[in-house]
């Protein structure tokens, strides 16, 4: 069995989630638009993925590459309402935006048929830091200013029964951005 098709199967069978073809025949340019971050990254056996991640203390991000990535994004608005007399609905008034919540669920998985321990190290590693990120992705920098940061909040590490060289993970993020205190 190839490793596209146990990704495949580990996405249905971990996250009930049937991902699109993992091959990559035509690649339309490399630089997403409006991004620093590349469309596709090489994995660490020379085979290419879409939407790469890394996480890192400097702007480059390059510190960490997640493995076989897939991502969601989500944010909220807060919007106070108020009810009038003697109208149908309510006013709204926008107070702000809040923080990007990023959801990043990915397969660790060795070609050599070793438990990936180093890797699960160094995910946990990062994960045990109490610093924010700068993260670097093409979807992520559609989003974030220059300067956003990333915490993490939580990390999962999701079973797999039988098999010893896989270990999917999943990670959720918070942005952190720069602000000024002015005070007069």
């Known amino acids: ?59 480059l991000g390059n510190d960490l590459v997640l493995r076989n990535p897939v991502m969601k994004i989500t944010c909220r608005k807060t919007i106070v309402e108020t009810a009038m007399v003697n109208r149908a609905g309510t006013v709204k008034e926008l107070i702000n935006t809040e923080d990007y919540k990023i ?3 990915g397969i660790i998985i060795r070609e050599d048929n070793m438990y990936p321990l180093e890797e699960i190290k160094e995910l ?3 994960f045990e830091k109490n610093i924010a990120f700068f993260i670097r992705s093409a979807l992520t920098d559609l989003f974030m200013k220059d300067g956003d940061r990333v915490v993490f909040t939580d ?20 942005t952190d951005s720069k602000f000024k205190l002015i005070l007069d």
């Open 155 to 174: 990390i999962t590490w999701p079973e797999v029964v039988g098999v010893e060289n896989v270990k999917p993970y999943e990670i959720n993020l918070i």
């Open 124 to 126: 946990n590693d990062y």
């Open 103 to 105: 959801n990043i669920r």
């Open 1 to 59: 069995m190839t490793t596209k098709l146990l990704l495949e199967k580990y996405f249905k069978d971990i996250w009930n989630y049937n991902p699109p073809p993992f091959d990559i025949i035509h690649k339309p340019g490399n630089a997403a638009g409006g991004s620093k971050a590349p469309f596709y990254g090489r994995e660490q056996f020379g085979r290419p993925y879409f939407m790469p991640v890394s996480i890192g203390t400097t702007q």
